[in-house]
């Protein structure tokens, strides 16, 4: 089998994640930050620590302005919603998936001005488009670092000098580069950054987070028990509780902990130059192929390691069954939530077949499957 659906959710997790989850089922499985016994006060700790690793993997000074949600969506939500109100102008991309487009749509229909900066056909953000577009009322600038599509990398330090020059929010998508690339939240200037934990940080799905840089307010999307001020009917204001009500996923925050320290142990650049490298492999290889688009700059060195192609004479759902079905690799194809990034390539409606690799993808499966493309593609033309 060759799964090359990382950018969807990567797989294998390092057995150090499944232990974690193994080890606090078996071992603590008790609530955090409500009771005083020691199982209770374990449980407080398996999630401080991953705040901390996190703090380590991002460059936060303080874990605990790292609030954990469900994954980027509920992370994007809240500090869209949370932030904007209507008046106010937010600024996003051509490149955008929907967990952000569609937030930005439903604030739009409330009032909120949107502008949608136009990518380059390769999936490329102009920073100086952005800075054209701010004026007085614009409040946010709402990006992902790098494309669920075809792989294209914002540059999003030219983009955090130019939103902190202008006192605008810069919040960063990072559902698609945390954990396969460095990024340091406060060299690069970003104000608000949502991960999910289930991609490149290796952990299981259904965790992720939103860093929020210290003095920024956000409106909670829910209230309820945090542990703390239980005296109080009101939401605490304090920093993490104020965004998580209600029992977290402690399991999953055990396994992303895990997940975020086998990264770091094996290094985010080590993990980078061996993704270039597969990537170029894969593009490169596609590319040879007769009859074969591949979308996105031809250079590695600007993407994550997501590869968009399609052939000739077969729909992209087609070349996903026959992947499937007949070579055993496993990919996905469509317009993977991003209908706005496929009209930005040229590839809308019908979509594309991507490739997604991730942190255990060897040279031999990228090999295997350009040599099923290369197959399936050739068949079809004999057909
Ligand atoms: C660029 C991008 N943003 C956001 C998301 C949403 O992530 P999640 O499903 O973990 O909420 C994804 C998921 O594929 C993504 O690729």
Same mark, same amino acid.
């Given at each position: ?165 202008? #006192?605008? %929010?810069? !919040?960063?998508?990072? &559902? ?8 340091? /939240? @406060? $060299? ?57 009500? #209600?029992? %977290?996923? !402690?399991?999953?925050? &055990? ?8 990264? /770091? @142990? $094996? ?117």
């Amino acid at each position: 089998m060759i799964y090359l659906d990382n950018a969807a959710t990567s797989r294998p997790k390092p057995p150090e994640v499944l232990q974690a989850m193994n080890d606090f089922m078996n071992d603590v499985c008790a609530n955090s930050g409500r009771s005083g016994h020691h199982l209770a006060i374990q449980a407080s700790r398996v999630v401080y620590e991953t705040r901390e690793s996190i703090a380590h993997l991002f460059n936060i000074s303080n874990p605990l302005q790292i609030i954990f949600t469900m994954n980027a969506t509920e992370s994007l939500n809240l500090a869209l919603h949370g932030i904007l109100k209507p008046g106010d102008h937010v600024i996003t991309s051509s490149m955008e998936h929907n967990s952000v487009m569609r937030p930005l749509r439903f604030l739009e229909s409330c009032g909120v001005e949107l502008t949608v900066v136009k990518c380059s056909q390769d999936g490329f953000l102009d920073a100086h488009d952005i800075e054209n577009f701010i004026k007085e009322n614009t409040k946010m600038v709402a990006i992902n670092h790098g494309s669920n599509v075809i792989g294209s990398l914002a540059p999003i330090r030219e983009i955090g000098n130019i939103t902190r020059k202008h #006192g605008v %929010l810069f !919040l960063l998508d990072t &559902a698609q580069t945390a954990g396969a690339l460095p990024i340091d /939240m @406060n $060299d690069m200037k970003i104000d608000l950054l949502a991960f999910t934990g289930h991609k490149s940080l290796c952990g299981p799905p259904g965790i992720g987070g939103l860093c929020i840089r210290e003095d920024i307010k956000i409106k909670p999307l829910k209230q309820g028990g945090t542990g703390s001020r239980s005296e109080e009917e009101y939401q605490p204001e304090l920093m993490p509780d104020v965004y998580e009500s #209600g029992t %977290l996923n !402690l399991v999953g925050i &055990a396994g992303l902990g895990a997940g975020v320290r086998y990264i /770091m @142990n $094996d290094g985010v650049e080590n993990i980078r130059v061996r993704e270039v490298k597969l990537t170029q492999r894969m593009i490169d290889g596609l590319r040879e192929i007769p009859g074969v688009d591949v979308y996105g700059h031809p250079d590695a060195n600007l993407r994550v390691g997501v590869i968009s192609f399609n052939t000739e004479n077969i729909s992209p759902s087609k070349v996903g069954l026959i992947l499937d079905e007949d070579y055993d690799i496993m990919c996905r194809v469509g317009l993977h939530c991003a209908p706005i990034a496929h009209k930005t390539i040229g590839t809308f409606p019908d979509g594309t077949v991507r490739f997604g690799l991730g942190t255990f993808t060897t040279q031999q499966e990228v090999n295997a499957a350009v040599d099923a493309v290369k197959e399936l593609s050739r068949q079809s033309k004999n057909k």
